[in-house]
């Protein structure tokens, strides 16, 4: 069975903090993929990055980095210099083709900034 | 114009009435999702749909139905809703690689309240 865990249900922060959300995933399949999502207080989902299984390379955009390790089966979050406006929830998603292929989401972490 | 929108975007309504939500998507991709989301649960699977003659039951069915009229639109039906039913009903679309499913892209949401 596909299962995401994010442990962390809330978190908050101050402006200017690095902040990391974790994101622990359990799969029987080799092939298979990861996401994150987030949700402003808006309400509505935004896709942040896909990361294969195949693919352990970190991945850097802005103040945004992904560290995915096989080896622990994490895909962790890091939010750089964090601001108010990175205020949201933010989802962990699983699919893998052995769960047909289903995004399985993670119940989410809520990440206050504080000014 | 939005690619996946979603009406109405907030409904209140009573228990044993029957409501439609609706879909559509001018991102041309075949497959199509509902999800409900609880705060504190993430977002769980209703329905889904890999073309216009495939439907297939979520993690979360019971008491729900669906319609694909065509590619670009999947409607969600609630027969005779009840109060927890209440929530915040996702739709998300899908294209299909050439092995693979593609990244999910989710409409505005739809706020649903049974009273």
């Not at chain 2, 409501?19 to 001018?26: H, K, N, P, R, V």
């Not at chain 2, 495939?54 to 999947?74: L, M, T």
Request: hydrophobic residues 30%.
């Amino acid at each position: 069975a596909q299962k995401v865990t994010q442990a962390q249900t809330e978190i908050s922060v101050v402006e200017k903090e690095d902040v990391t959300l974790d994101c622990v995933y359990e799969t029987r399949d080799t092939t298979y993929y990861l996401f994150w999502y987030k949700q402003p207080p808006s309400g509505e989902l935004v896709f942040l990055i896909r990361r294969n299984s195949f693919d352990e390379q970190n991945e850097i955009s802005g103040r945004y980095s992904w560290n995915f390790q096989k080896s622990t089966s994490s895909f962790n979050f890091t939010i750089t210099a964090s601001q108010v406006v990175d205020s949201a929830v933010y989802f962990c998603a699983l699919s893998s083709q052995g769960g047909s292929e289903k995004l399985v989401f993670g119940k989410g972490t809520k990440l206050t900034v504080n000014p | 114009d939005a690619d996946v929108t979603q009406t109405p975007r907030n409904r209140i309504t009573k228990t044993g009435k029957r409501i439609m939500l609706e879909c559509s998507q001018t991102k041309g991709h075949d497959r199509m999702y509902w999800y409900r989301q609880d705060p504190g649960l993430g977002l769980r699977l209703i329905y889904y749909s890999f073309d216009v003659k495939d439907i297939n039951k979520g993690e979360i069915s019971d008491g729900y139905s669906v319609s694909r009229q065509a590619q670009a639109k999947f409607s969600l039906s609630l027969e005779s809703a009840i109060p927890n039913q209440t929530a915040l009903y996702f739709c998300a679309t899908s294209d299909r690689l050439a092995a693979y499913t593609d990244t999910q892209y989710f409409g505005p949401g739809t706020r649903l309240t049974v009273l």
